[in-house]
């Protein structure tokens, strides 16, 4: 789904005079934000606005001092190609390793298909479940049109759309030969793909549609493979000491990274480029097809695998120690308000945010409780960030101490405004992602609007309140999960999934009940509330990345002095 978030102006006559209406709010990239419904984002701005910060890492970016050539021929496949196999390489810090992923025969590319092929009856007869096991095709879609491929069912069947270079926003359906609607995706990450698996019953027909929404246009790549093992893949070996801050950047052939660690897990997969969203102070590398992070938590071998691809590549890989080991850092929570430049999300220009004082008596709460909510909310997010011990940030607060902010390393988290203040549609929103916090001049903001608004929104505290609610604990401790949950990010967290079974602090927007630890009651402030953590949690799907990822440990290394 796509909601327009360009700011716009509109003029409005009121007695015979003009007036200017105030911005509509942009909405933010979501990978940075806790928004009420991450589902309503323009994905095309977000990516658009990400690719430009992109290209700027990229001209400031430093050579590597090691190159190291793949030892696999050319015309082989299957010599590297699992963490177990992978090539040592001796890595020293700073590396560019070549090689090349060899063709898949049993994926042919196949030209576009002629049209019309907008429904069923016309769909472009793909052969796959049939005469091939998979197949990779273009396309184009104009405003609202649709491309209909036939397939027969051969089990587990993946299917994707690249976008790159497009402005096209695909949606992807299977129906099976009645039209009834199997399955649908309309985003791989915070970009304009595509992708879903289904299980699709063998000898049976099905029909894939690839459509745009709103009404975009533009061209497109779709693969279809039904079962797995395909493409070849790369892996190198790199030692890693506990703490090291690793980057990787892929160029050429290859569109994919796979980070694996020590046991072989699968910690980070990647198909895009999202750099962007570093400081510009983050020496990890960025500007290739697909870029990847990880921060180790223990000495060991960890693996980085290739894949996705036929032809030469290039993957650049740096490892750093973590920004705060040796520069101390301040954070300071600001709970009275404060003038906050939110060109950094996009909306131009200073705004000033409302203390939370303003916001108290929408939670039943009066200026007589104001200490005690603070008190609650630091003492969270310090419980929070200092779970495990080497919390080596200071933790300041507008109650306590004076403010530090515009001083060197000092990052400031902003509790309160709204979003008609600041022009940012969101819940909270931090300014970047940092994996080794190597940025220590940020900004994070937590907005008070939708969190006070009355009961029945899911994302309002007062939809978990009742007389029985100790207000008090559970708006402080509210605000202390939301407000560690940015400082997550500060410190190079991604979203983790919000609707499995595991709650952990850095849980995507769109179940707040989690993020408020509501217990099993429903009712916020009593005794069965929860206690959410950072944690190991499979990184959210509808971001685009793949694998575990342990935020304990990002945490952990981010504010470690």
Do not use: C
Not at 308 to 323: E, H, M, N, Q
């Amino acid at each position: 789904m796509r909601l327009l978030g360009a700011v716009a102006v509109a003029a409005l006559v009121l007695s015979g005079q003009t007036a200017v209406a105030a911005p509509a709010p942009i909405t933010p990239d979501p990978l940075l934000a806790f928004l009420a419904d991450p589902g309503r984002v323009d994905l095309a701005a977000a990516s658009r606005a990400r690719e430009a910060r992109t290209r700027a890492r990229v001209l400031s970016a430093a050579a590597p001092e090691q190159t190291y050539a793949e030892r696999e021929p050319a015309s082989v496949r299957g010599r590297n190609d699992t963490p177990w196999t992978a090539e040592a390489t001796g890595f020293r810090r700073s590396a560019v390793f070549t090689g090349s992923l060899l063709a898949d025969p049993t994926m042919p590319s196949v030209g576009e298909f002629a049209e019309p092929n907008d429904t069923q009856a016309t769909a472009s007869a793909t052969g796959v479940g049939t005469s091939r096991r998979a197949i990779r095709t273009v396309g184009k879609i104009a405003g609202s049109d649709a491309d209909f491929y036939s397939l027969r069912g051969a089990g587990l069947t993946s299917i994707a759309t690249r976008t790159d270079g497009s402005d096209l926003d695909t949606v992807l359906t299977v129906f099976d030969a009645a039209g009834k609607e199997i399955a649908s995706n309309d985003t791989v990450g915070v970009s304009t793909d595509a992708r879903l698996e289904a299980e699709l019953v063998a000898g049976a027909d099905y029909f894939v549609r690839v459509t745009g929404t709103q009404n975009t246009a533009g061209s497109y790549e779709l693969t279809l493979a039904a079962g797995e093992g395909f493409g070849d893949k790369d892996f190198f070996a790199v030692d890693l000491k506990a703490g090291d801050v690793i980057g990787a950047s892929v160029v050429g052939a290859a569109r994919k990274i796979a980070v694996h660690d020590s046991r072989g897990r699968l910690v980070m997969g990647s198909q895009q480029d999202f750099s962007g969203v570093y400081p510009a102070s983050s020496p990890l590398p960025g500007g290739g097809n697909a870029v990847a992070d990880y921060i180790a938590p223990r000495d060991g071998r960890y693996y980085l695998g290739v894949e996705d691809g036929a032809g030469a590549y290039s993957l650049t890989v740096k490892a750093f120690r973590p920004g705060s080991e040796k520069v101390p850092q301040t954070v300071f929570v600001d709970f009275d308000g404060a003038l906050v430049d939110t060109s950094v999300w996009g909306s131009p220009g200073e705004k000033q945010l409302s203390p939370l004082s303003r916001f108290l008596s929408a939670w039943g709460l009066s200026s007589k409780d104001s200490a005690a909510v603070v008190s609650v909310a630091v003492d969270t997010i310090r419980e929070n960030l200092a779970l495990h011990g080497n919390f080596g940030v200071r933790l300041l607060n507008s109650r306590d101490h004076a403010d530090p902010w515009g001083q060197k390393n000092v990052s400031r988290l902003v509790i309160g405004g709204t979003i008609a203040e600041s022009g940012v549609e969101t819940v909270a929103i931090a300014q970047t992602i940092d994996p080794g916090n190597f940025g220590h001049e940020e900004t994070a903001m937590v907005q008070l609007d939708l969190l006070s608004a009355p009961a029945g929104s899911p994302v309002s505290l007062n939809t978990y309140m009742s007389s029985a609610s100790d207000k008090v604990r559970f708006v402080g401790r509210a605000l202390g999960n939301v407000a560690a949950h940015e400082l997550g990010h500060l410190s190079g967290s991604w979203h983790q999934h919000q609707f499995n079974e595991l709650d952990t602090l850095m849980d995507q927007g769109g179940n707040p009940k989690a993020m408020f630890a509501v217990g099993a009651d429903g009712i916020g402030g009593t005794a069965d509330d929860t206690d959410i953590d950072f944690g190991e949690d499979v990184l959210v799907p509808n971001e685009g990345f793949t694998g575990l990822e342990d935020a304990l440990s990002r945490t952990r290394w981010g504010y470690r002095r």
